[in-house]
């Protein structure tokens, strides 16, 4: 557990993942370091893509970072 605290950027990618999946706007980032906040647009523009590919609810459970 520690140490997925520590990787900030697989944080950020995975948050931006699940922004993405639920349908958040990628204004709705909220990093305002450069470097998380690319991390967490790329999360978020993967998410957006497995939405509309329709891995949503439990079609897309393979594809959640946590799991």
Known sequence: MKRQKRNMASRAYD????????GRSSDSCPHENEQQRVNWLSGWREGRADQWDGMTGVSGVHRLPSV
């Not at 948050?15 to 639920?22: F, I, Q």
């Open 15 to 22: 948050r931006g993942y699940l922004a993405g999946v639920s």
